[in-house]
T-cell receptor, first 113, second 114 residues
């Protein structure tokens, strides 16, 4: 069964460092998303991406965040200068269409120290 | 603003007992509705979805959910819970014609007693 894969599963980084979280969406999907879940809180939408551009972003997704689909298979989330409050589980998701179900990856747990 | 409410943060049921997890949403039109499950250390797995048509939808693992427009609810049910159902359950709303963004509820943690 096709699945969304994310790497790494866990990343520890120092405050102020840049991190790149990687995702391989399902191959025939066209819509890509990042969500995050701070420990004990709800899953929050960060950004949606279609046709090589951001289609929507939340207020969380400020200038420190960027997304890219560098090679037609990977979908990355970059945090330029991490803060302690960026510590969270980050989920990548993809969907075939905007009005179909999204499939989620296993998540990357980011710990900023 | 659109929102999703799961009133129960924790629920404990005995194995074999029935289960109902509540979900209410606030949105002007009929949204797309989803239930996802997250087992410890795992990602989000889709249990079931409602887009249109029959308001009672069947999902995986013996779960079902009923969309009630008049109550803005999409409650998840299972007639007989198994110990392996212990997990966190998230209700989510997708807005039609949108960018695919989902709005999640706070989640309900299900504990199953032997």
């Amino acid at each position: 069964e096709p699945e969304v894969t994310q790497t790494p599963s866990h990343q520890v980084t120092q405050m102020g460092q840049e991190v790149i979280l990687r995702c391989v969406p399902i191959s025939n999907h066209l819509y890509f998303y990042w969500y995050r879940q701070i420990l004990g809180q709800k899953v929050e939408f960060l950004v949606s991406f279609y046709n090589n551009e951001i289609s929507e972003k939340s207020e969380i997704f400020d200038d420190q965040f960027s997304v890219e689909r560098p090679d037609g298979s990977n979908f990355t989330l970059k945090i330029r200068s991490t803060k302690l409050e960026d510590s969270a589980m980050y989920f990548c998701a993809s969907s075939a269409d905007v009005n179909t179900e999204a499939f989620f990856g296993q998540g990357t747990r980011l710990t900023v120290v | 603003a659109q929102s999703v409410t799961q009133p129960d943060i924790h629920i404990t049921v005995s194995e074999g007992a029935s289960l109902e997890l509540r979900c209410n949403y606030s949105y002007g039109a009929t949204p797309y509705l989803f239930w996802y499950v997250q087992s410890p250390g795992q990602g989000l797995q889709l249990l079931l979805k409602y887009f249109s048509g029959d308001t009672l939808v069947q999902g995986i693992k013996g779960f079902e959910a009923e969309f009630k427009r008049s109550q803005s609810s999409f409650n998840l049910r299972k007639p007989s819970v198994h110990w392996s159902d212990a997990a966190e359950y998230f209700c989510a709303v997708g807005l039609s014609g949108n960018t695919g963004k989902l709005i999640f509820g706070q989640g309900t943690t299900l504990q199953v007693k032997p």
